[in-house]
């Protein structure tokens, strides 16, 4: 559970990085999504207020790793906070190691699209991949005429050849879905894994254990904790030596903050509302996997954890 470097034999091609999807709403992005990662659970330990650099899932292939992180949604900036929500897309954007802009079939290139794409011109250097989804709802003709207009679109608003690539796919019924991923890898830079195979998105155990304990330790300090709390499980071991009618499970956690006055606010005096926080993640964890569990909570600082998903890799996410 623990381990941060997957033990598989690494082939010298290997490529790992990041990707999001983006798009309007309704675009047909979380469907993609689901249909590239497969029945994997999304990890929502490391979910934060924001979805920024949640990451939705991980497709795990023999060549290559590619890792999808959310974002909150680009917007069109009506207020302030839209503004700052949307400075924290154009930093996610500007993170990832490629972008999938997906753009359905069966509807006309809208404003809402145009904003989106002349936001995603702005990130230098950066492969885009215009996705045209949802290709099941539309004829052959259709499917053509939208691609062209999909391919104008990124000439004039990235200029040069446009988009890095067009790809039509339906999630629907898997049409193009394993292009979708060769062309996203392909964007990856050379890389071992930076998760163990299968780990945490495997385990929807672990990954409810992890929320469990995040729930608990930003009870009544979500405004001083807004967006800096990660929660890695490191074990959950049988204890030996116990009888089988009498069973505990050794929990091991660590919370990463960001900084250390985070880490006095979680401890809290004298640790007294760190177990606080214990006893409320435990009788949740107790009920969830049907057995006494001795939960060891562990408080660390990782510094700036959030604004580098690179680092999310390392803590184990
Ligand atoms: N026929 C068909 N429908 C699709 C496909 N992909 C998505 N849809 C449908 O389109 C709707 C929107 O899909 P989502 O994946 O939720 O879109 P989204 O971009 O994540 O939407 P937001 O969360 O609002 O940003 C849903 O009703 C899906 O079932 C597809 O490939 N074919």
Not at 43 to 51: D, E, H, L, N, R
Not at 154 to 166: A, P, Y
Not at 257 to 265: D, L, T
Not at 272 to 278: A, T
């Amino acid at each position: 559970m623990a381990e941060t470097s997957a033990g598989h034999g690494t082939a010298p091609d290997y490529r790992a990085g990041f990707a999001v999807l983006v798009g309007r709403p309704n675009a047909g992005k979380s469907t993609l999504t689901n249909a590239l990662v497969g029945q994997k659970v999304a990890i929502t330990s490391a979910k934060p207020q924001t979805t920024r650099h949640t990451i939705r899932g991980i497709v795990h292939r023999s060549d290559g790793q590619l890792i999808l992180v959310d974002t909150p949604g680009l917007h069109r900036p009506r207020t302030l906070l839209g503004q700052r929500l949307n400075d924290l897309v154009a930093e996610t954007l500007s993170e990832v190691d490629a972008i999938g802009f997906c753009i359905p079939a069966n509807e006309r290139i809208g404003p809402g699209d145009r904003y989106i794409a002349n936001q995603l011109a702005g990130v230098p250097r950066k492969p885009i991949v215009a996705l045209v989804t949802k290709a099941d709802l539309v004829d052959r003709a259709a499917l053509a005429e939208q691609l062209l207009a999909v391919e104008a679109l990124g000439r004039e608003v990235v200029g040069g050849e446009g988009w890095s690539d067009l790809v039509p796919v339906s999630a629907q019924d898997g049409y193009q879905v394993k292009t979708v991923e060769d062309v996203l890898i392909g964007h990856m830079p050379s890389s071992p894994p930076l998760y163990p195979d299968g780990e945490l998105t495997d385990e929807p155990e672990a990954v409810m254990v992890a929320e469990l304990i995040r729930e608990a330790a930003l009870e009544g300090v979500r405004d001083e904790l807004p967006h800096s709390l990660a929660v890695v499980v490191e074990e959950i071991v049988p204890r030996e030596g116990r009888s089988e009618d009498n069973p505990l499970l050794d929990v091991r956690v660590n919370l990463f903050v960001e900084r250390p006055s985070q880490k006095a606010i979680i401890i809290g005096r004298g640790g007294s509302r760190l177990r606080e926080v214990g006893t409320a993640a435990r009788r949740g964890i107790e009920a969830l996997l049907g057995t006494r569990i001795y939960l060891d909570l562990h408080v660390k600082v990782a510094k700036d954890w959030q604004r580098d998903p690179k680092q999310l890799g390392r803590l184990g996410f």
